[in-house]
């Protein structure tokens, strides 16, 4: 499960879309089940597939004595010269072994099953552990709808392959040996032949025609996601579907996808019903021979009319497993294709991965300092984002980042919280290259507010304690009351139990990037990084919160992204960030005095903020000056 792709991209290697074959065969994906079914340090589980196991073989040798006893019932009533007696001890032998036929059947399922459902948990839980280990990279590219179906189908499809191949595939196996066996016995070899040709013949054809319908089954998913996927994406983005009337638009997008299920699904009950027509001419045909020869047994040399009930009966029996063995083919090739694609997602690379021995950042303690050195960065490489910027900040100072929109600057902030790797240079916190200490400790030791806050459809208490899991009460509220917000939530008719609603979307952006603040100062990491912070804040409250912010940064290393200047005229250092490079850097006082692009557009902020002043509206956000600067 740990095979590593290497290609030019690696978090592309796995094939996620339906229509491609599985990347490995079917033997290597059911033999990665195998350690799942047979758990290490878990004896109870083990114990019970031992005795499932034994269950099926008792259940299966009573199946083969059910037309034995019904064989000698009705020779012991047609005997020509006997008195007939009812044969009493064989009907009630004859019912026992079929209620014992059954009966250990639905045993060793009820005892199997806590086997298959703690299989298809863990590698659940293994699959959704290493989702969340997966870089941004990964999940910006990947739908979540199309995500979560996976593993949702992933899960059922581990629980059907391990029931059916475990506890029919094998049995059935078993009872054609049996079966050939007394056939053997009773007759003679023919018979067996016959059957064991017959089945043979079965088999391959049920597996030769579910192969080739498997591609409908294939496309079925593969749209099925796609349907999913466009429906959640455009019920999240409902807001925005009304702002431009698109809802025909949407239907449309839906319902194409909708379409392409339904054609595939069409094809694949037609094949299914040709599949079952081809399995019964198969069976009913030999069924048909051997009934021939075992007539003319009877007529001819003396068999009697038992054995020729014995005949019918074993195969009439026989062929009921085998007509549900199509079934669990198809069931078995279909969970195993969505088996493959689950698994497939644990292979994919984890792009950014601790190095062995990795160090631990102490979560907290004294400010850190964190350097960039000549630091490149690209997303994709044919577009380079960040050129060569080197910048430190030292323990318990406060750098600002400015600079026109789509600069870098945001990205700068990912790079510290490695959720990426440069290319070329390197990111170091106290000294140490962010490479080689554990993104776990890492991230620990940094609070980020970021510049869209997204928050969890929960209250608005639970999305501030996601700050520290485990603060009390009193901590919480006191991380609100810094973040200028307690006041507004006790004046709510539901307090802190409101609920935020999806992505936050029911609090107003001023409101949502208070939380985000609140959250952050309750984790109260050793640095801060502030992306537009306090953006979608009225001034008054920005001056409030910023008092507040900087007190919180006080003792710690701050790095803030800001478009309006005025917010960071107090930092240690400002650095001029345009096109991925540091064009200018200093203080507020020395920037100015330089009278270059950060004069520039400190001048046009000034110019904007008094004639907002003379119009009585709020500074716009200035974004767009960023020109005027040049
Ligand atoms: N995941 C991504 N994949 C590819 N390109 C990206 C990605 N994220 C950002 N970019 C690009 O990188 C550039 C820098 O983005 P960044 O978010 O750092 O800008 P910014 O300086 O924070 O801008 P703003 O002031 O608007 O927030 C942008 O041109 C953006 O299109
Ligand atoms: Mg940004």
Redesign the pocket.
Known sequence: MTRSAHSANPHMAAPLDGRQKPARGSWSTILSLLPYLWPKHEFWLRLRLVLASICMVVAKIATVFVPILLYHAIDHLSAKDAIITVPAGLIVGYAAVRIASTGFAELRDAIFAAVQMRASRVVARQTFEHLHNLS??FH?DRQTGGLSNIILRGTLGIQNVLRLATFNIIPTIIELLLTAGALWHFFDVWYALITFAAVTFYIGFTFTFTSWRGKFRRIMNETDNEAQTKAIDSLINFETVKYFGNEEHESRRFDESLARYEKASVKSQVSLNALNIGQAVIISSALGVMMMMAANGVAHHGMTVGKFVLVNTYLMQLYVPLNFLGFVYLQVNQGLIDMEQMFSLLRVNQEIKDKPGAKVVAPQGPPAQIVFEDVHFA??PD?Q?LKGISFSVEPGKKVALV??????????S?LLFRFYDVTQGSVKIDGIDVRDVTQHSLRAAIGVVP?DTVLFNDSIFYNIAYGRPGATVAEIEQAARLAQIHDFIVSLPQGYKTKVGERGLKLSGGEKQRVAIARTILKNPRILIL??ATSALDTATEQDIGAALRSVADHRTTLV?A?RLSTVTDADEILV?RD?EIVERGGHAALLAMDGVYAAMWAAQVELEAAADVAGVEPARL?SVPEAAD
């Open positions: 941004m990279r910006l997303y994709n577009r984002i600079g026109p929109t789509g600069s870098g600057k945001s990205t700068t990912r510049q992306d537009e992204i478009h960030l991925g974004e």
